[in-house]
Each structure stands twice: as C-alpha cells, then as structure tokens.
C-alpha cells in the first residue's frame, strides 16, 4: 500500500491512497513541477505519524495521521526577537524520557542586520504554546551558513537536505568549515544538538564528494549515507550500531554504472531492503528501481499517472489515534479530520485505487536519464 501526499499549484494538499507492487512497501512522496516550489511539504515521519510544513521555509503547521484522517495544528509561535530569517531546521520525534511527541523548529533571528543567531522552539504535541530554549545556536551548531536561508527553496537543496527520525532524534547532513561533511541530530530527550561522522572517505578532497549528491535515511532501522558521484558510482554505507562513538561505517552497496550496460545513473534514493534481497529505491525520473546487488542487475518501474516531478520519503502506517499519542493531563486539545473540511483541509480530495508500475527496457531509461541531465 502507497499512502500518498501530492502538492500541486493549488492552495491545500491533496491527499492520495494507492496499491503498489512489490508488496510490504510503504511511503509517501510530495509532488510540484520541476521549476515550481510546492506549496506544502512533509517534515518528516515518525511512528506512523507525518509532520506536515508550508513551503519554502519549513514551517511545521499540523501534526497529522494519514490513515485516521485526524490530525492537530500548530499553534503560532511567539516570535521572540520579532525579526527572523527563513525557518532553517524543522523536525518531528519523540521523546522517550517525557512520553510526548514533540515537533522542532529553528529559524535564523535577525538583529540590527546580522542573522548569526539561530533560535530553537519546542512543542510538545497537544500543547498550546512553544518553548523556546534558552541555548542561542550558531549557524555552524547546524551545519548550516547563513546564506542557506536565502536558497532553501531551491529543489536540489531542499532534496539534500532531507530530515529523518531516528532513535530519538531527528537528523540531517551539514557542512562544516573546508568542506567538511557531517551529520547533524537533534535529540528530543536531551533538546541538544549532536554530530555524528560520516565516512572517513566522505572528507578526502580526492573523492571529490558533494552534499547535493547525498542522501540520508533508514534501512532496516539502521542509518544510512548514499552517495553518487558524476551520475554514476553509487555507495550506500550503513551505520550498524548507533551508540557507537567511534561511528563505524559499513561499505554494503556499491553501483559502478560508469558501464553502458547498467542502467539507470543519476541520484538513486534507497526507500527499503525487499525480502529477496533486492534494494528499492527512488530514481529521479519518477520511477521505481529495483537492484539486484547478487547479479548486479536493474528493474525499472515507471510510475504511473505522475506527470509532475516528486521525491519520496519511507512511512510505516499506523492506526493510533490522536487522543492516544497526547500525553498531557488537564488539556482540551482539538482533533480535526481532513474528511470533515476545514481551514487546512485538502479541498479537492483526489483517491486511486491503483498506481500502476510499468516495467521500462534500456531505451525508455536513457531517454528519462538524458532528460535530468537537461534539467540540472
């Protein structure tokens, strides 16, 4: 089963659920034109649960389970400087010390011309008010410069920049001083900022790596780093044991398509492990990949009905329901559901009953792959 999140031009989400082949295969993708920002996007899933955020500037704005229909809004924000740059860092998780969902979200504050400050505000899920912490971030405790806040609603960016829950906290790749690459995390326990390494390989100036090439997620609840180079070497590494501090990286994939005979190149995303070993994985030109790593071997599935661009985020249903996952005492909290209208609601729900995949041969993949090259 495919649960679905499609943005379009209109003003409100629409939301979509499809039946897809291979089975067990759950996630969610958002959709816009290839030169257009949508108007809505998904911050990230957690336990079954989406975050979903305005776009360009990744403001959380309901907390939302896409099986029930029933979802809560935000509340606003006491902004405190009133002056601030573009959201930086959202995120969604939960704490396991205190019990609660919580949502993250980190803007630059702008003072007297300088945006150097980054402010960090907590809600705990059914709360009427966020927290701000009392920490002052920099840029650099993100991993993130100041002019990134200028350039985030550019789709190559924002596609890098991909946020994932894990273990407790929400993480994301940064970039440090001389092109140093990292992984940044967010704990919901602790509301502390932790950095993690990458690969050692990740940081020799003779790899020649770049963050907009990479990718961060979970497979078989491991974290994983991807990484593809001049359209065509693929490296998947996984990090095995979490609470490793020494953050030892397993090499578990590796695709050398610099070769005419295997196809399709370009920026594969891992979505999840089949049970006959093979990797699926999403492919730029709205398609599905399933790799063979044994016979080294590809099939393509182009996805049907999707004439605008997407990306794809993994999501594990759930049927929890709202009043269940609040864990505050005393509070009246309103549940809505996207089925009864209302504010935030979708207003043209649209539903499939299948999206259907069509296997492609060598041809139909070099036409798809020589259209991305156009595009970037």
Request: hydrophobic share 35%; net charge negative.
């Amino acid at each position: 089963m495919l649960e679905v999140i499609k943005t379009t031009d209109l003003d409100q989400p629409l939301k979509l659920h499809s039946k897809l082949l291979p089975p067990d295969v759950s996630f969610l993708h958002s959709t816009c034109s290839k030169f257009e920002t949508p108007k809505f996007g998904v911050v990230n899933s957690c336990n079954g649960l989406l975050c979903v955020c305005t776009c360009p500037d990744n403001d959380p704005i309901y907390v939302w389970n896409p099986i029930t229909g029933e979802y809560i809004l935000t509340p606003e924000p006491e902004r405190n400087p009133p002056h601030y740059s573009n959201y930086v860092v959202s995120g969604f998780g939960f704490s396991s010390k205190a019990d609660q969902y919580r949502v993250m979200r980190a803007f630059g504050a702008v003072e007297r011309g300088d945006i150097s400050t980054i402010i960090v505000q907590v809600w705990t899920l059914g709360s009427r008010k966020w927290r701000t912490l009392s920490e002052l971030f920099r840029w650099k405790d993100f991993g993130l410069k100041a002019t990134h806040s200028r350039i985030f609603s550019r789709a190559p960016f924002r596609q890098s920049f991909c946020v994932l829950y894990l273990n407790g906290a929400v993480h994301w790749l940064a970039t440090g001083g001389s092109s140093l690459i990292y992984i940044c995390s967010f704990n919901f326990d602790q509301e502390k900022i932790i950095k993690l390494s990458l690969p050692e390989s990740f940081n020799e100036s003779e790899e020649n790596r770049a963050i907009g090439n990479m990718r961060l997620g979970v497979l078989r609840d491991c974290l994983y780093v991807s990484d593809v180079r001049c359209y065509a070497h693929f490296e998947l590494w996984v990090l095995k044991d979490y609470n490793d501090d020494k953050f030892s990286w397993t090499k578990e994939v590796i695709i050398d398509n610099f070769s005419v005979d295997i196809w399709p190149r370009g920026l594969y995303r891992p979505i999840k492990y089949l049970d006959n070993g093979d990797l699926l994985m999403f492919h730029p030109s709205n398609a599905l990949v399933c790799y063979n790593p044994k016979e080294e071997s590809f099939r393509y599935f182009k996805i049907g009905e999707a004439d605008s661009e997407f990306d794809m985020i993994p999501h594990i249903p759930n049927l929890i329901r709202m009043k269940d996952v609040i864990n505050l005492e005393g509070l009246q909290v309103e549940i809505l559901n996207v089925r009864d209208g209302g504010e935030w609601s979708p207003q043209n729900l649209k539903e499939y009953t299948e999206l259907a995949l069509d296997e492609k041969n060598e041809d139909f993949i070099s036409a798809a792959f020589s259209k991305i090259m156009e595009w970037n």
